[in-house]
C-alpha cells in the first residue's frame, strides 16, 4: 500500500510536469519519462535528514538548501542557510545558475517531500544534476532531528548512536536537544555560514 501511495505521488504530477517543461529548456542529458519514472520509483532522489544535519552542524560549504514552498511560508520559517525558490517559479530564468550547476549538492524541501519531489522532477526533466530532495521534508526534521525521542531500553545499539547524533545536531541547530558528550561533531569556524532568514514558528501541513 505504501508503495503504492508513493507511486501515485510520483505518476500522477509526472505528465503535467514533463508537458509543462518547455522543449527549448530541456538539454540534451535529459530523461526518457520511463528513465524519469524508474529514479523517482527507487528514490535516487532522497538524501537523509541525519546526512543534512551532519552537514549543516560541520558548516559543509558544499550545501544549499533550497525551500520550494511560498515566500509567506518561508517568511514564517527556514532552515540555516537556505534560499526560497518557490515551486511556481522554478522555471523562471533567474534561477537557472543556482538549479544547473556543479558545484553545490542542492536540496529541495517543502513541508513534507511532495513540492520538493516535484522540483526535483522538474530540474531532473530539464537535464540538471546535483539536485535532491530532504527525505520527509520539515515534518520530519521537526519530528525526528530536532525533536528526537528517547530509543526503549531494548532498542540496538545502532539507535542509541542514531539519537545521541541527533540530540547533538538539535542542540547545534536549535532545536531542542542538549550535546552531553565532548565528541559532539562541531562545526569549523574557518567557514562562514550563509545569511539565514530569521525562524519564527514550526511549519505545519503537507507537502
Known amino acids: 500500500m505504501k508503495q503504492l501511495k508513493l507511486l501515485a505521488l510520483i505518476i500522477i504530477p509526472l505528465g ?6 518547455p522543449a527549448d529548456r530541456v538539454n540534451q542529458s535529459r530523461l526518457t519519462p520511463h528513465e524519469l519514472l524508474q529514479e523517482a520509483g527507487a528514490g ?17 560549504p558544499s550545501l544549499r538548501l533550497i525551500d520550494v514552498r511560498t515566500p509567506e511560508e518561508f517568511e514564517d520559517y527556514s532552515m540555516s542557510g537556505a534560499i526560497n525558490i518557490p515551486l511556481s517559479n522554478l522555471l523562471s530564468d533567474e534561477y537557472t545558475d543556482i538549479l544547473n550547476q556543479d558545484a553545490y549538492m542542492n536540496v529541495f524541501y517543502s513541508n513534507g517531500s511532495v513540492y520538493a519531489n516535484q522540483a526535483w522532477m522538474i530540474t531532473r526533466q530539464l537535464g540538471y544534476e546535483n539536485n535532491f530532495v530532504l527525505e520527509g521534508g520539515l515534518n ?16 540496538p545499539d545502532e539507535e542509541f548512536a542514531r539519537y545521541d547524533f541527533r ?17 559532539a561533531p562541531q562545526a569549523p569556524k574557518a567557514v562562514k555560514p550563509p545569511v539565514t532568514a530569521k525562524a519564527k514558528k514550526k511549519p505545519s501541513g503537507g507537502c
Open 16 to 21: 503535467i510536469i514533463i508537458a509543462a517543461v
Open 44 to 60: 535516487v532522489q532522497f538524501i537523509s535528514p541525519d546526512i543534512v544535519a551532519d552537514m549543516l552542524v560541520q558548516k559543509d
Open 140 to 155: 520530519y526534521w521537526f519530528g525526528n532531528i530536532l525533536s528526537p525521542e528517547v530509543p526503549s531500553q531494548t532498542s
Open 167 to 183: 540530540k547533538s545536531a538539535a542542540a547545534a541547530l536549535g532545536g531542542g536537544g542538549v550535546i552531553s558528550t565532548d565528541d
